[in-house]
């Protein structure tokens, strides 16, 4: 009898130590083991508060779910950096290999294919980021000077971007140009952006870069 008082109670203590002791019916008899959503006796916390059916987030006083002009400039003035210099890249394999197709595998056509690679991409990349800049000042600028955020600032982000674009190259005419070019690309952006809405769905919030 002893025996066995023993064995238990070094059973209840090694169990207690390591978190694994067993419970009795006593202690047992207020912990609800069916329903949907019980009381923790553990916790102290109904379980139906950590169910969300949507999305919750954690923002500053007067912030938006969204980002802003200003937080995606950096995403991309460096996204179009990047698809400009592997842009180059290739349209720079692709004219250095037409133009010493006559030379064969040598050491002179090889350094002529990386200097045509590493200009070409670097050109691109330095064009796309300059329009992504500039895109992105008058986005940002045109924003803060009306106090909204619409269509509007994009088509005439868009614009003014082309227009300072081609005004160091092209005249009168290579700005007209380019404004136009910004006007249709910008309008296009806004129009696919918006399409959802047009057709009288609701858009999807992540459809919407800015």
């Keep these: 009898m002893d025996n066995s008082q023993g064995s238990g109670g070094m059973k209840g203590g090694i169990g207690g130590l390591f978190g694994g002791g067993e419970y009795s019916n006593t202690e047992l008899a207020g912990v609800p083991l069916t329903g949907m959503s019980p009381l923790s006796p553990y916790l102290n916390v109904d379980p139906r508060y950590l169910v969300q059916d949507t999305d919750e987030f954690i923002l500053p006083t007067g912030a938006n779910k969204t980002r802003g002009r200003f937080e995606l400039a950096f995403f991309t003035i460096g996204g179009s950096c990047i698809i400009g210099a592997a842009f180059g890249a290739v ?3 692709r004219v250095s290999l037409k133009e010493t197709r006559g030379l064969g595998w040598s050491k002179p056509r090889n350094v002529q294919i990386l200097n045509m690679v590493t200009r070409q991409g670097a050109s691109w990349a330095n064009s ?17 000077a009306r106090g909204a955020e619409d269509d509007i600032n994009t088509v005439a982000a868009g614009t ?3 227009m300072l674009f081609k005004s160091s190259t092209g005249g009168l005419r290579g700005v007209a140009r380019g404004g136009l070019a910004g006007l249709a ?4 952006y ?3 952006s918006n399409w959802d809405h047009l057709k009288g769905s609701s858009p999807s919030p992540s459809s919407r870069l800015y």
């Design 91 to 93: 349209n720079g394999l």
């Design 160 to 162: 003014l971007t082309g």
């Design 128 to 144: 796309l980021g300059s329009v992504a800049l500039l895109y992105s000042v008058f986005g940002v600028a045109i924003e803060k």
């Design 190 to 192: 806004a129009l696919y």
């Design 185 to 188: 690309l910008s309008g296009a």
